[in-house]
């Protein structure tokens, strides 16, 4: 079955930079776009872009672009997501998507909380 | 870009009955692009409704989709009490490609 394994929540100084990792298994990993998501909490969910693993492609939400980049590693199925000049409003969950039939989401991550706190 | 407003924001009902919600698109789309979602507390969301009107795999026929142009439906013919939690409508937009989501709707027990 699909799942995607992300890495562990991270606390973060306003500022500094980042790196959400997504393992991916269950499918072929160069077949499906992967995107992020985030959600703040008790808030609701904004999407941030996506990369195909297959040309490592990128297409960024326009509010995120030049604090985004998104890369994979295909010898080990995992896309990463890095968020720069961290701000406090960044303080939220993240979750990798799996890209389904051009335009839905039909496999999440379990989502890594980044907190943004002096 | 293309905003999505979703009503209620909160529906109090109780088990076995019938939830309607209602995802309003600023401009009009196409029923291909318009998909809904369940998230309950501390999950992931998980997709219930893709082209405006098809259940996804898993999915309970009391779930239904409906709706065309700009006005979308999601609908819960019999409240169980797994069901109480947050729906997102959400959108794809080409050129450049987007995805864009509804603010939520929380359906709470009565």
């Not at chain 1, 998507?97 to 890594?112: A, C, L």
């Not at chain 2, 939830?19 to 318009?34: F, H, I, K």
Request: hydrophobic letters at 30%.
């Amino acid at each position: 079955q699909v799942q995607l394994v992300q890495s562990g929540a991270e606390v973060k100084k306003p500022g500094a930079s980042v790196k959400v990792s997504c393992k991916a298994s269950g499918y072929t990993f160069t077949g499906y776009y992967m995107h992020w998501v985030r959600q703040a909490p008790g808030q609701g969910l904004e999407w941030m872009g996506r990369i195909n693993p297959n040309s490592g492609g990128t297409n960024y939400a326009q509010k995120f672009q030049g604090r985004v980049t998104m890369t994979r590693d295909t010898s080990i199925s995992t896309a990463y997501m890095e968020l720069s000049r961290l701000r406090s409003d960044d303080t939220a969950v993240y979750y990798c998507v799996r890209e389904w039939g051009y335009y839905y989401f039909d496999s999440w991550g379990q989502g890594t909380l980044v907190t943004v706190s002096s | 870009e293309i905003v999505l407003t979703q009503s209620p924001g909160t529906l109090s009902l109780s088990p076995g009955e019938r939830a309607t919600l209602s995802c309003r698109a600023s401009q009009s789309v196409s029923s291909s692009y318009l998909a809904w979602y369940q998230q309950k507390p501390g999950q992931a969301p998980r997709l219930l409704i893709y082209g405006a009107s098809s259940r996804a795999t898993g999915i309970p026929d009391r779930f239904s989709g409906s709706g065309s142009g700009t006005d979308f439906t999601l609908t819960i013919s019999r409240l169980e009490p797994e069901d109480f939690a947050v729906y997102y409508c959400q959108h794809y937009g080409s050129s450049p490609p987007t995805w864009t989501f509804g603010q939520g709707t929380k359906v709470e027990i009565k």
